[in-house]
């Protein structure tokens, strides 16, 4: 089963994914967690870049394709085998962040993206995803905060952040069936709690 997890920097991805991958080999599910940009040594190196805060002067083609590259061998490496071998996977980010990101934050071509990104992922899609849904201004607290690690893509205007958040609604509203929303500004376990939920649930009827 292939899960991902989307949201906006500061929704407690990395903490609630790796909650629930404890859970589950607890519970004998062979779980492996992963992110992007990343994953592979590859898709590391391709991460440095595009987190680099000096690289403001990168182009937003250059941007997406950085993304696209990075998890084509995402895919080839690691999702497609681990699956295979009846894996599951916890992924922090998919396509859906390109999409939200690139396409309605920057204001890039929507189909275009989604032909480079079913280029990139040979039409893979995940069984699940979860929105860690937050709205804007909690989101930049947290950043404020200090809670997050900050990257070059936490260098844009509040506006970008409305327009991506926005984003990630209308996709998870075009694919209800695939899409999750959860309340992501209430306490850790009580987020926990219903990721659980909705995985053992899913997992009984895959
Ligand atoms: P994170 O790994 O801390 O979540 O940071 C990844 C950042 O990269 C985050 O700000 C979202 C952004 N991003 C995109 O803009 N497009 C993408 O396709 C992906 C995977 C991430």
Redesign the pocket.
């Known amino acids: 089963m292939f899960i991902t997890f989307e949201g906006p920097?500061g929704s407690g991805k990395s903490t609630q994914i790796g909650l629930l991958s404890e859970y589950l080999r607890e519970s004998g599910c062979d779980a492996l967690v992963t992110?992007?940009?990343g994953g592979t040594t590859i898709g590391e190196r391709i991460r440095t870049i595009l987190h680099d805060v000096k690289n403001t002067g990168m182009s937003s083609e250059a941007e997406i394709l950085l993304?696209s590259a990075s998890r084509a061998q995402l895919v080839a490496e690691l999702i497609r085998p681990n699956l295979a071998a009846g894996k599951t996977i916890l992924c922090?980010?998919f396509y859906d962040?390109?999409i939200a990101?690139?396409g309605y934050g920057r204001g890039l071509d929507l189909a275009m993206l989604q032909r480079i990104t079913a280029f990139a992922v040979k039409h893979l899609k995940p069984d699940l995803t979860f929105l860690l849904d937050l709205d804007v201004e909690a989101g930049l607290l947290r950043r404020e905060r200090g809670d997050v690690e900050i990257?070059r893509?936490?260098l844009q205007a509040r506006s970008f952040y409305e327009r991506v958040r926005q984003g990630y609604h209308e996709l998870a509203a075009t694919e209800p069936e695939r899409w999750v929303i959860v309340n992501a500004n209430r306490p850790i376990e009580v987020v926990q709690a219903d990721l659980r939920a909705t995985v053992i649930e899913r997992m009984r009827i895959f």
Do not use: K, L, V
């Open positions: 920097d992110r992007e940009p993304y922090d980010r962040s390109t990101y690139q990257n893509m936490d």
